[in-house]
């Protein structure tokens, strides 16, 4: 069999371009029906999926025998005439004229990922031939965008990237989180829970600045929202407060959706997104914003009518059922801002109205998909931030640095974290953020 090494060489996704015209893809066997004289074989190339019809009497004998007995995800290089079908979910079928197989999965080791339904934890044992099918591949792309649009709102409003260290002397959110590694002997390091305290340094060098790397937080809690290793992107801006951070996260989520609705409607299809969701973040009007104690009024009034089983304690943080309540009573975003300091970070700013409370704010997603982003005022004063210090016993020799930032030029500034994987699984609409990312990793899980 001979590739015709004439016919162009293109993408399912780009076969468009190619309509009535001989091309060559590169790729694998995805599927394979028969009818008698008549195969259908589903290629794939990473780009898409499209079916080819091989009638027995229009091809050479070899590339009938040889598609006929082919096993899946064998990896070939197919020619053949681009034909447009409404009907076909790309849009296209493929006339399969010739075929070349460049490995052939031998009959008595198949490839052990079946289209049939297989249980998640044979998947993820499999994660590594998962992500090939098409759902899978659907949502590592729709990741890709959201984290290039979240990159690209920060490029293109003045924000410098300064990427801060991984390896860390100390805590940034819990210490009962910290994954502790030994560095040569004598001191001890933490992988980084988030880049914030280095880029509250790098905003006061430069005004406006973001991050954007892995994080890790050793979580032991076992739930659908958490993973021990997680790519957070994070802001820092000097002279802004409370209300210019939320103006900011609404910016940043709404070019995110709007960039996703741009280029991956096909695949939110094929995901199985209710896309009306998505098109509701970005119709006019503004995320609400919900005071904690809002929040738990509406919380109190939702007991009471029985609609939720517990009631809200106030001055606890909100557990999932509380936040799920929450984001359900509206179609955007929801903004929930100043909670109760004692259940928040150290380097939270009080607000001067009701020092018990934080200027902080967390995002909750639509849809019950709970906390994406959050944020806050940090402490600018010396005074204030060396006494939360000492009272969440972080140890003082590791805050130096990060004192001198209250010392040396302190200005009111303000931040926020979203966590990539919460963000893609509300958008995507999935059960789990283990399926947002090419390899999760969980409490339970480091393999593949
Ligand atoms: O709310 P968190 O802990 O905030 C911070 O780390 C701040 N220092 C960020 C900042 O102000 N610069 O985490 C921020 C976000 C959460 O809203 C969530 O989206 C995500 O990070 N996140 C996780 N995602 C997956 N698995 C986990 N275990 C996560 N923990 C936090
Ligand atoms: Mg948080």
């Not at 005071?291 to 001055?315: N, R, V």
């Not at 939360?388 to 004192?403: G, S, T, V």
Request: aromatic share 10%; with cysteine.
């Amino acid at each position: 069999m001979s590739t015709n090494t004439t016919a162009p060489l293109a993408t399912i996704a780009s076969l468009s371009a190619y309509e009535g015209q001989v091309v060559t893809l590169r790729g694998w066997l995805y599927n394979l029906r028969s009818s008698g004289k008549l195969l259908f074989p589903t290629f794939r190339d990473g780009s898409g999926t499209i079916q080819g019809i091989v009638p027995k009497a229009a091809v050479p004998e070899d590339v009938f025998e040889t598609l006929k007995s082919l096993t899946l995800e064998s990896s070939l290089v197919v020619t053949g005439l681009v034909r447009a079908d409404s009907r076909a979910p790309s849009g296209f079928e493929l006339d399969v004229h010739d075929v070349t197989i460049t490995q052939r999965i031998p009959d008595d080791t198949p490839y052990p990922i079946q289209l049939k339904e297989a249980g998640v934890d044979f998947l993820m044992e499999h994660r590594h031939l998962w992500i090939r099918t098409p759902r899978q591949s659907a949502i590592l792309r729709v990741r890709a965008t959201i984290m290039r649009a979240a990159a690209e709102y920060f490029d293109t409003h003045d924000f410098t990237r300064t990427d801060p260290p991984i390896l860390t002397p100390n805590a940034c959110e819990g210490t009962s989180e910290l994954f502790e590694m030994d560095y040569f002997g004598d001191d001890k390091a933490y992988l980084t829970q988030s880049g914030q305290l280095y880029i509250e340094a790098t905003a006061l060098a430069l005004g406006k600045v973001y991050s954007f790397g892995p994080t890790f937080r050793a979580e032991k809690s076992k739930t659908r929202r958490h993973l021990t290793e997680f790519w957070m992107i994070e802001p820092e801006v000097t002279y802004l407060d409370l209300d210019g951070l939320m103006d900011l996260a609404e910016g940043f989520l709404t070019h995110i959706v709007t960039r996703v609705l741009e280029s991956h409607r096909n695949e939110l299809k094929v995901i199985g997104k209710d896309i009306s969701k998505l098109e509701a973040i970005i119709a006019p009007g503004h995320f609400p914003r919900l005071s904690y104690d809002e929040a738990h009024q509406m919380l109190l009034d939702a007991h009471a009518k029985g609609l939720i089983e517990h009631p809200h304690t106030y001055g606890d943080d909100f557990g999932s059922p509380d936040e799920t309540y929450i984001s359900n009573q509206f179609d955007k975003p929801v903004m929930v801002h100043r909670y109760p300091a004692a259940v928040k970070a150290f380097y939270m700013q009080p607000d001067p109205n009701d020092p018990t409370k934080a200027l902080c704010v967390d995002v909750l997603a639509p849809e019950g998909y709970g906390e994406i982003i959050g944020g806050s005022q940090r402490v600018d004063s010396y005074d204030l931030l060396k006494s939360r210090i000492e009272a969440h016993n972080l140890p003082m020799d590791a805050f130096q640095w990060y004192l001198d930032l209250r010392k040396y030029g302190s200005v009111p500034h303000s931040g926020f974290g979203m966590g990539i994987e919460r963000c893609v699984a509300w958008i995507c609409g999935l059960e789990h953020v283990r399926e947002t990312i090419p390899f999760a990793r969980t409490l339970n899980r480091i393999y593949p």
